[in-house]
């Protein structure tokens, strides 16, 4: 049982020019994906809808309840768009799905438990190109938020949920991921900002053969859902590289995720329509002669068991990463004053379950990608390391 939406949050300041006082905030989704049941209870808790047709900003009371109710959330976001020199900042819920676990207790009674996943990117934008007066849309910073979360906490639920337990549960989910969006905003803030010398664009992470078979065999994951998944696991490199940055402080990097052109072309698209005049920019690193490319492969991953009891059999699911720069445009490996097999950096990481005795659906999804993230932030500092190296560099 699963459900899916995708939503745009967009929040803009000043646009025009600095100093003026139009603000706008909208939170966007497709009409389709708004019609979900879920969703839709969602909605109502906070709008009365009638029977006129949905538009797609019913959910900006939402979030704006929640980051009005929580100071540290609009405090955080405040600093940082003020350090960026910031107009706003969009957000895109790329991934906001829930899976039903039922669990055949040892009494033979049914338990059920409820996991749900969001996945979501905040663009902080400008309204002019940077050491000019063209009005143009660029992003300068983005922040990745990734979520995993098992409902009830320490329990199981006696019977299968209805749908507005399900709603808790995502919202209890939003919330969290606008939580740990303050977290971030205030973490960066201790970067020390300078003039790029390099833009850095996180690539979507590519699979080895034997991962591949991996995904499809062991995850069941088709192939939109690996390329789907390519994209929520170059989010998480990009999360790890900027917490490795805020810790040394380095500001002389852009840093652009895989979505950020997506985002760029929808808010752009909004602002014409509100109120005109503004050039859509591509800022991928390939448009750019400074442009590195940050490219991660997943060479190995399993399913490895160890200890088993009457309860179930620990297990691990586990990868190895290997992640490189490249010059965007000629993919040659950086950073040059390295030789070449120094120039890559890798690590290995697994996230450890107990696959209980008659749980129908172990959270093995969840903890392989738990895996992935802890093999990112182990090597995250050395590539960091490389992307410094990469900027001092002179072509």
């Known amino acids: 049982m699963r459900s899916f939406f995708l939503i745009l949050v967009l929040t803009i300041t000043a646009f025009g020019g600095r100093g003026a006082c139009q603000d706008l905030l909208g939170v966007f989704a497709p009409i389709e994906l708004l ?24 959910l900006t009371p939402v979030y704006a309840n929640v980051v009005s109710a929580n100071s540290e959330v609009s405090g955080g976001l405040s600093l940082l768009e003020t350090q960026l020199q910031s107009d706003g900042h969009a957000i895109l819920i790329s991934r906001f799905e829930h899976d039903l676990v039922p669990v055949q207790l040892l009494d033979g009674q049914r338990g059920f438990a409820v996991r749900v996943y969001l996945t979501m990117v905040v663009d902080f934008f400008v309204s002019r190109a940077a050491f000019s007066s063209e009005a143009r849309l660029e992003t300068v910073h983005t922040i990745p938020i990734v979520l995993g979360r098992l409902y009830p906490s320490g329990g199981l639920l006696s019977r299968e949920p209805e749908a507005e337990q399900i709603a808790d549960f995502y919202m209890s989910t939003l919330e969290a991921a606008i939580a740990q969006l303050g977290v971030s905003a205030s973490r960066d803030t201790r970067i020390e900002r300078r003039r790029a010398t390099r833009i850095f664009e996180v690539a979507p992470v590519s699979f080895s053969p034997s991962s591949t078979d991996y995904l499809e065999s062991g995850l069941g994951l088709d192939g939109s859902e690996r390329q789907a998944l390519a994209s929520e696991l170059a989010y998480l490199l990009h999360a790890a590289v900027m917490e490795a940055l805020a810790e040394r402080g380095a500001g002389q990097m852009a840093i652009v995720p895989p979505s950020t052109n997506w985002s760029i072309a929808n808010v752009s698209q909004f602002l014409d329509a509100e109120i005109g005049g503004r050039q859509e920019l591509s800022v991928g690193a390939a448009a750019d002669q400074r442009g590195m490319l940050i490219r991660a492969e997943i060479l190995r991953s399993a399913t490895l068991d160890g200890a088993e009891n009457s309860l179930g059999r620990q297990r691990y699911a586990a990868s190895e990463v290997q992640v490189r720069v490249v010059g965007a445009n000629d993919e ?35 903890m392989w990608r738990k895996g992935y993230r802890d093999a990112v932030l182990a090597l995250s500092a050395e590539l960091v390391d490389r992307m410094v190296l990469t900027s001092e560099e002179i072509r």
Request: without cysteine; aromatic residues 2%; negative net charge.
């Open 35 to 58: 019609s979900n049941p879920n969703v839709e209870t969602v909605v109502r808790r906070h709008v009365e809808l009638v029977d006129a047709p949905l538009v797609g900003t019913e």
């Open 332 to 366: 040659m490996s950086r950073p040059r004053s390295l030789p070449e097999d120094e120039r890559v950096v890798s690590a290995r990481g697994a996230g450890a379950f107990v696959s209980l005795v008659g749980v129908e659906d172990p959270p093995l999804r969840g």
